[in-house]
């Protein structure tokens, strides 16, 4: 248990569905982040929420859409996305202002868009 | 712009040889260091960290690593590996209180009998 829990596990959707994927911490940190893990490329830092507020925002198409309503609960809402979005999403998260930056991951939705 | 190499896509053992993952960086000014682990199917899992102080820094399970400065290099190693050990090998850094953590491509270590 890393204390950061991502759900759905898997998910397979057609590029006319939308569907949203979720991520909890129970660390009691103040910064969460979605990365997205693609083959044979290094992980993307998608989006920043520091606080509940987006300070990041890395070039990510309109099509993924986060949303953060408390410091535990971070959304990845999803709508027409193309197969070249499949890959492994990741949550994280960390406490900031203290000097140590460490990140603490969730176990990832394995998204295929087919 | 801040960026991370590490040099060897995969690394071939045999069990109980010693392995050295190699991690450079661009900058090494103001960095913070990590080392974290993949296993199949799973998410990053943190081995170990360097924020400041002593530039060798050692995981419970037997890994180790260290800062080099001038050589802006925190490369991996272990005196003997086990089967257990084989997964993917990520060394992040962040120089920001953001946790903004920059990525290299990963290596595969690959721990045979």
């Known amino acids: 248990e890393t204390g950061v829990t991502q759900t759905p596990r898997h998910l397979v959707m057609g590029m006319t569905n939308k569907k949203s994927l979720k991520c909890e911490q129970h660390?009691?940190?103040?910064?969460m982040y979605w990365y997205k893990q693609s083959a044979k490329k290094p992980l993307e830092l998608m989006f920043v929420?520091?606080?509940?507020?987006?300070?990041e925002n890395n070039s990510v198409p309109s099509r993924f859409s986060p949303e953060c309503p408390n410091s535990s609960h971070l959304f990845l809402h999803l709508h027409t996305l193309q197969p070249e979005d499949s890959a492994l999403y990741l949550c994280?998260?960390?406490?900031?202002?203290?000097?140590?930056?460490?990140?603490?991951f969730g176990q990832g939705t394995r998204l295929t868009v087919v | 712009a801040q960026s991370v190499t590490q040099l060897d896509s995969q690394v071939p053992v045999f069990e109980e040889a010693p392995v050295e993952l190699r991690c450079n960086y661009s900058?090494?000014?103001?960095?913070?260091l990590f080392w974290y682990v993949q296993y199949p199917n799973q998410g990053l899992q943190l081995l170990l960290k360097?924020?400041?102080?002593?530039?060798l820094v050692e995981s419970i399970n037997g890994f180790e690593a260290e800062f080099n400065k001038s050589q802006t290099s925190f490369h991996l190693r272990k005196p003997s590996v086990h089967i257990s050990d084989t997964a993917e090998y990520f060394c992040?850094?962040?120089?920001?209180?953001?946790?903004?953590?920059?990525f290299g491509q990963g290596t595969i270590l690959t721990v045979h009998p």
């Open positions: 994280a998260s960390s406490q900031l202002l203290q000097g140590n930056t460490e990140a603490f």
């Open positions: 660390l009691g940190h103040n910064a």
């Open positions: 929420y520091n606080f509940k507020e987006q300070t």
């Open positions: 900058s090494s000014v103001s960095v913070y």
């Open positions: 360097y924020l400041s102080g002593s530039t």
């Open positions: 992040p850094r962040t120089s920001t209180s953001y946790g903004k953590l920059t």
